[in-house]
């Protein structure tokens, strides 16, 4: 059996419901490591800095929120893929999202189509 190519997506998300419906739609395909706030985010991302391909993470979480922990995974890598989630479709907080470091900001609910097509941008390798 040939290797899969399988990439690592940490997940930020604080709601156990969000969380599973993400896993659902990617985990057939990738690896994930999931963070319940945006600090728990910081930490595995530096755990994880070799291999994780990209970020999902949810703006709003306890602790420190996306925001907060984008700006500090960005200060450490320029290239990662940060991809947001808000339920928010506010223009105001796609600026916020994407001044904060964001690759791009996906609006809740999240899709099946938009989330998987959104990491086939930055993870070209990966086959749905």
């Known amino acids: ?3 899969e190519y399988r990439p690592l997506i940490l997940v930020a ?3 156990d419901s969000n969380f599973k419906l993400i896993k659902a739609i990617i985990g057939k395909k990738c690896d994930v ?7 728990e985010m910081v930490n595995l ?8 391909e990209a970020i999902l993470m949810d703006i709003k979480m306890p602790v420190m929120n996306g925001l907060e922990a984008t700006q500090i995974i960005r200060k450490e890598s320029e290239d990662i893929p940060i991809i947001m989630q808000t339920a928010y479709a506010f223009s105001t907080d796609r600026e916020n999202a994407m001044q904060s470091g964001a690759t791009e900001v996906l609006v809740k609910p999240i899709t ?6 959104c990491l086939s941008k930055y993870l070209p390798d990966l086959v749905w």
């Open 1 to 3: 059996m040939k290797n």
């Open 13 to 15: 998300e604080d709601d």
């Open 33 to 39: 490591k999931w963070a319940r706030t945006g600090e």
């Open 45 to 52: 991302f530096r755990e994880n800095r070799e291999e994780a």
């Open 112 to 117: 099946l189509d938009r989330l998987r097509g």
